[in-house]
């Protein structure tokens, strides 16, 4: 490792809160265009003098992801004058009104849908001069959700997974086809597998019903059935013929052939950010692994990537490269052997990977899963937030669970999830099931470099168990505006939790919200469809595949302003084709909390209706909840993380 390297992030566009998605890099560093692209360069480089024409700006993405040296490039030409004069790929851009004066051998337009940007200057070219495009590399139309437009969204829902069958070790992806509730179309799912050092695997296609159904996939089926060799890598899934939205979402678990082996975790952002953080370092006798899974078919170079302490300047990079869609397992404890819990790390990563998942191995070789988070460089410190307790309340809500006290311990790390975040002044509530606040904790200013965890049951280690019914309930991490401090609205914290009695810990991250008020702020309340507020809730729940698997759900009801006083919650018991079994209604307190099991919410009898690969979804129209699944093994092992919902 070394800390000498100047950082140069990857030159694409990956996601904007202005624009959302790009689908530019996903269209040019699909596992499939690659080949083609190689091929469409090589081709090129046979002719002494090649003019590029870069009408839509895409040049650059297309140079930081390939090779482009071999092409000998004699001419680089613009439509926008406002580029002209610019450096591009090794030249300074002309006008395209200029192209008569060329003496190029080809034309090679650097933009997919040519035809119409070919026909615009087709009087500029000499007859027969033969012209080359992004289209030479486009995936076919059975991918295409809309062929018309190639670089619409719709047509790269895609995403990467770790995916990992050996030694014991497995993983199982379980989702929802989702999509069908939007449109009648027939949804696809076509997926690749890459092992360690990048080599696809196997490519294969999933057959997907009309239906709101579940998709499942686990290493393990998928190992047997196409006869692969071990694996540790990226799985790559691609859904065509969507609508609605392109955000691939799914819940992971890692499991094993001892039932110790556990963990879940969230989907990964599909877009590739410069900074992400919420990285931990290892307690005593602990290891953290960083899994670094190249998204571009283009090498991670030596300084790509690197680590450095939360507060501090110094990074250090990484000093080997990382192939094309390889996976590198980064022992972060040998990389920091002085930094401990709770101290946190920033990953700088160039905009090369999607967010990443590391592992926490403890002593005994247990291990569990979590993901960092997008750490924004575009956020600015928004003195308005400030003022908008005085008609919003609380404004922007962390909420957390609190698991039954008698066995869990649980511990809240505020973690900065910003580059202008170098203080956060912030007070923890803590509220019983019943939603009564059982006490107010202001946490003083805390600086970016030394923040430190929160224990939860020490907090409430006077209070009697009739205080706090059934042993739960939640936190919320809140803004202390009578501190001052850096406020963005990007609140984000990590919560660890320790099992007593088996000695299994899970963790789980998440950002802040605006909950539950007819106020709207920027965008938020969150709305799953439309504009805002979002005052509906649609949550999807995974359960366990065997009955010696139960799942957990933890939901909560947080409201920045006084709200309807209980929710009016349903719980959709829907087997794997998408066919409601039956529904149960819940109510839960407004500030208040219900951890439940499937296995007690539902009897068996219904729970052999619904069958195996089943689900559930939370459904509320009268308020917003947020909610943590999870699944836990009787004594042995437990996993939680936050849901997500559609």
Known sequence: MQTSVQEIP??????????????????????????????????????????????????????ALYDISPIKISGVFVQNV??????????????????????ADVLFITAFDSVRLLAQIQHLLPKGMKVFSFDEARLADEFLT???????????ATNFVFFREEAGHHTRLVTANYWAGYSPKTVGLWCCMFDKDGKMLAQWNEKLEKSVHTVTLDSAEIRLRLKLPAFCGSLFIHFTGIAGHDVVKYALDTYGDDDTVLSCTHDANSWPADLYAGLPAPKEGHQVLLWVQNSHPCQIPIGGMGLSLMGSDEVVFFDKPIAPFATFALDVSALFPKARWPQQFELHAGRYVVRPRYEVVDPKGRRLMAHTNVERTDLKNDPAIRNLGKVMGKVY????????????????????????????????????????????????????????????????????ESELPGGFGHVELVYDFAQGGDTDGWLHGLMRYEDTRSGHNTETSFGSHIFNTALVYKNEPQSYAGRPP?????????????????????????????????????????????TEILKKTIHIACSGSLLWRYHEMFDKKERDQAGKDAYIIIRDTTCRLFGYHGLMKGEKSFCLDHMFGF
């Open 10 to 63: 990857l030159k694409i566009k990956t996601f904007s809160n202005a624009g959302g998605s790009s689908a530019l890099f996903k269209a040019l560093g699909h596992p499939l265009t690659a080949p083609k692209i190689n091929s469409l360069i090589k081709s090129l480089s046979a002719f002494e003098r090649v003019a590029v024409y870069d009408p839509m700006g895409q040049a650059e993405e297309f140079e």
């Open 82 to 103: 406002a580029d002209i004069g610019k450096p591009l790929l090794g030249q300074n851009t002309s006008p395209i009104t200029e192209f008569k004066n060329t003496d």
């Open 146 to 156: 809309n062929p018309r437009n190639y670089l619409d969204p719709l047509n790269f």
């Open 397 to 464: 809500i962390l909420p957390a669970p609190i698991l039954p006290i008698g066995r869990f311990q649980n511990f809240v790390l505020p973690t900065p999830m910003s580059t202008c975040q170098q203080d956060l002044a912030l007070t923890l509530m803590i509220y019983n099931s019943k939603g009564q606040q059982m006490g107010l904790f202001p946490l003083g200013k805390l600086d970016r470099a030394n923040i430190k965890d929160i224990n939860i049951n020490s907090l409430l280690a006077k209070r009697s």
């Open 534 to 578: 979002g005052l509906s809730t649609r949550l999807f729940l995974r359960l366990g595949r065997d009955e010696n698997t139960d799942t957990i759900c933890h939901l909560i009801y947080p409201a920045s302003t006084p709200w309807h006083a209980q929710s009016e919650t349903d719980l959709l018991l829907i087997d794997s084709k998408g």
